[in-house]
C-alpha cells in the first residue's frame, strides 16, 4: 500500500512542470496561489505585468491531462511574452492545477461533482469586491519583486473577469491600461434578460421570469445560498453597472466583443455615450457575428465551436498595447 500511495503521489503534476512559477500568499487569512507565465530563461528580466482576470466558473488555473497541458489562457499567450511577465490569480479554495479527469463540466472544481456544487470557502467569496481587494493586494505584493517593471501595468478581463478588472483600475492608481473584454456595462443581468427576450415566445415568458428573478436577487442580495449556481450576492454584485467607473477612467481602455454577444446592444451604447462625451483614451473593437467568447453562430445564435478567434483577438489586444505607449 505504501508502494502505491508513493506513485500515486509522484504522479501529481505542479506549475513548475509546465515552466510556470506558483506563487503562494495569505489575504484575509486566506490561502491565495498566483501563476506567473514567462519567457523562458527570462524569469528574472524586469518586465511590465498582463494581468488577467478570469472568468466565473471555478476552473483551476492550470489543468492538464495524460497527454500534457491545456491551455491556460483562451489564447496563445507567447507573443505577450516577449513584452510582459503574465500573472493569474487562482479562485479562492479551488486547487490552482488538476487533471481534468477530477473535474466536472466546463472544467469545474466542485465538492459535489453530481450537484455541481463547489467549495463551500469559494461560494462565500464569489463576489466582486472580494476579487477587486484581493487582486490589488497580490499587485502590491508583485510590485515588490525586482523582476516586476512598475512604469506600466495592464490589466485584462474577459466575461465576468471584465467587471474585475474595471473595478480594479478603478481603485489602483499604479494601473496604466485596461482591457475590457466581453463584459457588460450595465451589468450582468442585462445580459440574462437579453437572453431571455430571445428565447421567449407567446407561451413562454422568459423575460417577465428574469425579472422576477431579479426582484428575488435584490431582495436577497446579501444571501449566500449552498445549493449550486451563483449566489444571489454573486447575481447582485455582478449585476451592478461598471459604466461609471469605466468612463471615469484616464487611463488607455480596449473595450472588445462580439456583436452576437448578449451584452452587444449594451456595449454599444455605452460606445454612443463615449462618443458623445468625445472621451480620447477609449478604443473599440468589435466582431462581427461573434458571441461571448468569439466563436461565430448561425441564425439560431448556435456557435460554431471549430472555428476559434481567440488568438486573433489577442493579437488585437497586443497591437493596441504597442499602439497605445505611455
Keep these: 500500500m505504501l508502494l502505491i500511495s508513493k506513485a500515486f503521489a509522484y504522479s501529481q503534476k505542479i506549475p513548475e512542470d509546465y515552466g510556470y512559477r506558483h506563487l503562494s500568499f495569505k489575504f484575509q487569512n486566506d490561502p491565495v496561489d498566483v501563476i506567473v507565465i514567462s519567457k523562458k530563461d527570462e524569469e528574472k528580466i524586469s518586465k511590465p505585468l498582463f494581468f488577467?482576470?478570469?472568468?466565473?466558473?471555478?476552473?483551476?488555473?492550470?489543468?492538464?491531462?495524460?497527454?500534457?497541458?491545456?491551455?491556460?489562457?483562451?489564447?496563445?499567450?507567447?507573443?505577450?511574452?516577449?513584452?510582459?511577465?503574465?500573472?493569474?490569480?487562482?479562485?479562492?479554495?479551488?486547487?490552482?492545477?488538476?487533471?481534468?479527469?477530477?473535474?466536472?463540466?466546463?472544467?469545474?472544481?466542485?465538492?459535489?461533482?453530481?450537484?455541481?456544487?463547489?467549495?463551500?470557502?469559494?461560494?462565500?467569496?464569489?463576489?466582486?469586491?472580494?476579487?477587486?481587494?484581493?487582486?490589488?493586494?497580490?499587485?502590491?505584493?508583485?510590485?515588490?519583486?525586482?523582476w516586476v517593471r512598475n512604469r506600466k501595468l495592464v490589466v485584462a478581463g474577459h466575461s465576468e473577469g471584465s467587471s474585475i478588472a474595471v473595478k480594479m483600475a478603478a481603485t489602483n492608481k499604479k494601473i496604466t491600461h485596461l482591457i475590457y473584454s466581453g463584459g457588460n456595462p450595465y451589468g450582468r443581468i442585462m445580459s440574462i434578460l437579453a437572453q431571455s427576450r430571445f428565447t421567449e415566445n407567446d407561451s413562454v415568458h422568459d423575460?417577465?421570469?428574469?425579472?422576477?428573478?431579479?426582484?428575488?436577487?435584490?431582495?436577497?442580495?446579501?444571501?449566500?445560498?449552498?445549493?449550486?449556481?451563483?449566489?444571489?450576492?454573486?447575481?447582485?454584485?455582478?449585476?451592478?453597472?461598471?459604466?461609471?467607473?469605466?468612463?471615469?477612467?484616464?487611463?488607455?481602455?480596449?473595450?472588445?466583443?462580439?456583436?452576437k454577444d448578449w451584452s452587444s446592444p449594451y456595449n454599444d451604447l455605452f460606445r454612443i455615450e463615449v462618443i458623445r462625451e468625445k472621451k480620447t483614451n477609449f478604443s473599440f473593437i468589435d466582431y462581427t457575428n461573434l458571441e461571448h467568447n468569439f466563436f461565430p453562430?448561425?441564425?439560431?445564435?448556435?456557435?460554431?465551436?471549430?472555428?476559434?478567434?481567440?488568438?486573433?483577438?489577442?493579437?488585437?489586444?497586443?497591437?493596441?498595447?504597442?499602439?497605445?505607449?505611455?
Design 52 to 146: 488577467f482576470c478570469q472568468g466565473s466558473l471555478p476552473q483551476p488555473v492550470v489543468k492538464y491531462d495524460e497527454k500534457g497541458l491545456y491551455g491556460t489562457l483562451p489564447f496563445d499567450e507567447n507573443p505577450f511574452l516577449e513584452d510582459y511577465h503574465i500573472v493569474i490569480v487562482g479562485k479562492p479554495f479551488v486547487p490552482i492545477i488538476s487533471d481534468v479527469k477530477k473535474l466536472g463540466k466546463d472544467f469545474a472544481y466542485y465538492k459535489d461533482i453530481e450537484n455541481r456544487i463547489p467549495p463551500k470557502g469559494y461560494i462565500e467569496r464569489n463576489y466582486l469586491d472580494y476579487y477587486v481587494f484581493r487582486n490589488n493586494f497580490i499587485l502590491r505584493q508583485l510590485a515588490k519583486e525586482r
Design 207 to 259: 423575460g417577465s421570469n428574469t425579472i422576477d428573478y431579479w426582484k428575488t436577487v435584490v431582495d436577497n442580495s446579501k444571501n449566500i445560498n449552498f445549493n449550486g449556481g451563483d449566489s444571489f450576492k454573486t447575481t447582485f454584485d455582478f449585476s451592478q453597472p461598471q459604466n461609471e467607473n469605466l468612463s471615469h477612467l484616464k487611463i488607455p481602455v480596449l473595450v472588445t466583443y462580439g456583436t
Design 297 to 326: 453562430v448561425n441564425e439560431d445564435r448556435q456557435p460554431d465551436y471549430e472555428v476559434y478567434n481567440w488568438d486573433k483577438v489577442a493579437k488585437d489586444w497586443l497591437d493596441w498595447l504597442k499602439a497605445n505607449v505611455q
